[in-house]
Nanobody, 128 residues
Framework: QLQVVESGGCLVQAGGSLRLSCTVS????????MGWFRQPPGKEREGIPC????????LYADSLKDRFTISRANDGNTLYLQMNDLKPEDTAMYYC?????????????????????WGQGTQVTVSS
């Protein structure tokens, strides 16, 4: 059973930086698609970036790609989200998610329902 656990969320001032981590217990598939999502209060969950585990291909939400960076550690079990120049509107619960990579991944990477494994979330609050 694949499990994901996020960490690193906290209160930060606007303009600051933060790095979130996601630990993956076991990679159950031949290739895995990992995504970071966030859910602001009262809003729907949205995809930020994703990464294919084997090759490291990435896709980003256009509005965030200049400030957020997804990466994975060489140990093969840790995913990161580097967030720079944080704004109050970045305040949200941040989630790490995983699913089996398929041929449609580049089109469907933002579809919340396609991800089978989710962490419990880590709260990021940006003060103005």
């Amino acid at each position: 059973q694949l499990q994901v656990v996020e960490s690193g969320g906290c209160l930060v001032q606007a303009g600051g930086s933060l790095r979130l981590s996601c630990t993956v217990s076991v990679l159950a598939f031949d290739d895995v698609l990992m995504g970071w999502f966030r859910q602001p209060p009262g809003k729907e969950r949205e995809g930020i970036p994703c990464i294919t585990w084997r090759r490291g291909a990435t896709l980003y939400a256009d509005s965030l790609k200049d400030r957020f960076t997804i990466s994975r550690a060489n140990d093969g079990n840790t995913l990161y989200l580097q967030m720079n120049d944080l704004k109050p509107e970045d305040t949200a619960m941040y989630y790490c998610a995983a699913r089996k990579k398929d041929l449609m991944w580049a089109i469907t990477w933002r579809d919340v329902v396609r991800y089978n494994y989710w962490g419990q979330g880590t709260q990021v609050t940006v003060s103005s």
